[in-house]
């Protein structure tokens, strides 16, 4: 229904581009004689008139709601107050605001991607907002944000971005769904179905639409960014950073990339310089951009480029106290006892998964199945000093405690060391690096890597279904989890909620997700 | 006839003085807020500051001279007024907070606090507000004086008494040009 609504706007845009056309050369038309209806003026305005109206409506309503449909379209959140990151960038949003006195209101979106780009956006009803991604805001200075910040806001106040941010509206926002249509449906598409070319017409023009944009305005809101934080260096290294990673291309398409701080394509075109690059790219060189910045502090870039590339791996924070080892099973696997409650309570290696067989009856049972028996775990989490949060563990059945961890929040039994991360949080945690990747996580992520590729392999020999496995519910509504792996590349198995969007890691998974990843220990699976 | 130019010219003259006149109110007006901008971010300031002392007291036996030199200049700053002595106090609150800054640095303790990571994040904010709005008061405060020093409009302010404000200047060890030494800046 909606695609039906858009394809009518677009053939009125089109149409009356065209009649446009022919209202402003009539004659030559009429000369050609080619249709005899071209010829009643009354039917050319009118036509002209109602889809003139049609296409100013939906200009009006893509151009003013700008800023929420781009935002939608990246996926981007509102930053979360309890993480510490996230309040840093609402800090720094507040002092732009303190600059350019509270003249104007410029929201703050983060964007759950691990690439590293910002975004400024502006439309016509006044509303402003900043995106920036999780892997750029995980991974810059305070400095560095602020520099990259500054830039985005420079755009929004100079109104610079208005502009792009309108052209984008009217076509660059169809031309980046088209974009992803066409990479979702490669198979799917037999033959050309004409909503494809006249979104490739809208393609098109959105490509000369860059023609419009001048790259001087990134010179400029560079030039400001120094001005207000009085930093050219931090910057230069924001600019650095971004160019040597994943700047977010096929994630932000095409249509957006104007908006952007750095190309999230990489071209030729941008790199270059000369009447026809500089007419057709949106982003001046990077090259250019950091050399003027350094100039201004007579740092060449060489040695940016070295003090950046050598000391990436400087933060190393200790993790407060040891945490208190719990070894999961009895070693000797045998039944100790009788124990009378006092004694169990002092037991170090009584968990809430220890089987348990009560004196009377021969039944047996968790630990924490047992009320009298599971008080000890509550009575042990209360003097623990952490605060019970209303969440269950899966498999202690014990409540999970809130815990910081990598600057945001994350639940944590204390008993099976497992934790509970909110689905938007985890490409954060990923990003962030504060957590060391010790030996012995390590080296447990790549013995579960081989162990499961092994599985996958067998399964698929023997082409059997999937093992059955107990189910945990879901700590937030009970439901049963889904038991996935992360992603086929990263072989950690963990339980997901569909319907609450959480994670559930047992005990080190996290921390070996978060190794694998920084460490590219990928598993090669014959996916054929 | 001659009577009724007189008169287009001295209405013209009289147009053109109160418009001159409104906006001079209006910089005026401006620079006033820009300077409460100030105040505000100032008393964020010093309502951190004793948070910040009562978390970090309890780890920093050997450094009580240096926590004594916040609490002293906050005290002072606190207590005074006027432009001129407020800026200098303010500055040595500036100085007595890097100070402490650089002693937490040599805590690994007090270093990875949550608390003190989160006060440590809030009074940056603040000292980089403090500094934006000293940014935005002095722009104005030069606005303003150009309206009143230039021609024609510094008639208008000369006959109603408009005076310069007074500029936001830091202090004198802070205008040094900072070094950039690119190799010792930590990540």
Known sequence: ?528 | MEIWILIAVIALFLLWAIVTYNQLIALKNEVKNAWKQIDVQLKRRHDLIPNLVTVVKGYMEFERETLEKVTSARARALSTAGLREKVSAENQLSQALSGLFAVIENYPALKSNENVLQLQEELASTENRIAFARQLYNDLVANFATRIESFPSNIIASVFGFRKADYYSIGEIDRSLPVADISTRQK
């Open chain 1, 1 to 528: 229904m909606l695609f039906l609504l858009l394809l009518l706007m677009y053939f009125s845009v089109v149409i009356s581009l065209f009649l446009g056309m022919l209202f402003f050369f009539p004659f030559y038309f009429m000369k050609t004689g080619s249709l005899v209806f071209w010829n009643d003026p009354l039917y050319i305005i009118v036509l002209t008139g109602f889809s003139l109206l049609l296409a100013g409506i939906h200009f009006w309503f893509s151009a003013s709601g700008a800023v929420q449909s781009v935002m939608k379209s990246l996926g981007a959140i509102t930053p979360d107050p309890e993480d510490g990151i996230h309040r840093r960038l609402k800090n720094i949003i507040d002092e732009i605001h303190v600059v350019t006195g509270q003249t104007r209101k410029i929201g703050c979106f983060v964007i759950p991607s691990l690439s590293m780009n910002a975004i400024a956006v502006a439309d016509l009803k006044g509303n402003a907002a900043i995106a920036i991604t999780e892997g750029l805001l995980s991974r810059l200075t305070r400095s560095q944000t602020e520099a990259v910040l500054a830039h985005e806001a420079y755009h929004i106040l100079s109104r610079d971005c208005m502009e792009a941010t309108i052209a984008t509206s009217m076509f660059g926002m169809y031309a980046a769904m088209l974009e992803k249509l066409q990479n979702l449906g490669e198979e799917e598409r037999s033959g050309l179905h004409p909503a494809f070319f006249l979104f490739w017409i809208l393609l098109k023009f959105s490509q000369m639409l860059s023609m419009l944009i001048s790259r001087e305005r990134e010179y400029r809101a560079d030039a400001a960014s120094v001005r207000m934080t009085r930093n050219p260096v931090a910057m230069a290294e924001a600019l650095h950073l971004i160019s040597r990673n994943w700047r977010g291309s096929g994630m932000i398409g095409s249509g957006l990339e104007m908006l952007c701080i750095i190309n999230p394509q990489e071209n030729e075109l941008d790199e270059s310089n000369g009447f026809f690059s500089n007419l057709m790219s949106t982003h001046p060189p990077i090259r250019k951009r950091i050399d003027i910045l350094l100039k201004m502090v007579r740092v060449s870039i060489a040695e940016l480029d070295r003090k950046l590339t050598s000391g990436t791996q400087t933060v190393n924070v200790s993790s407060g106290a040891a945490e208190p080892l719990y070894h999961l099973l009895d070693p000797k696997n045998k039944w100790q006892g009788p124990y009378a409650l006092a004694e169990l309570a002092a037991l170090p290696w009584l968990l809430p998964l220890t089987w348990i067989r009560s004196g009377n009856d021969k039944s047996v049972e968790r630990a924490s199945e047992n009320p009298l028996i599971n008080a000890i775990f509550i009575s042990r989490l209360n003097t623990a000093g952490k605060e019970a949060s209303e969440f269950r563990c899966p498999s202690c059945k014990q409540s999970l405690s809130e815990m910081p961890y990598e600057k945001t929040k994350v639940y944590q039994c204390g008993f099976c060391r497992g934790v509970l991360v909110d689905n938007t949080k985890i490409p954060r945690i990923i990003t962030r690096r504060e957590k060391e990747c010790t030996e012995r996580i390590k080296s447990l992520a790549k013995a579960v890597t081989a162990d499961n590729q092994r599985k996958i392999a067998i399964k698929k020999l023997k082409k059997t279904e999937t093992q059955l496995k107990p189910l945990t519910s879901c700590p937030k509504c009970h439901n049963p989890m889904l038991r996935t792996f992360y992603s086929l590349a990263y072989l950690i198995e963990i339980d997901r909620c569909s319907f609450c969007n959480i994670t559930w890691f047992d005990a080190d998974e996290l921390e070996m997700l978060q190794c694998m990843i920084e460490n590219r220990m990928t598993a090669t699976l014959d996916l054929s």
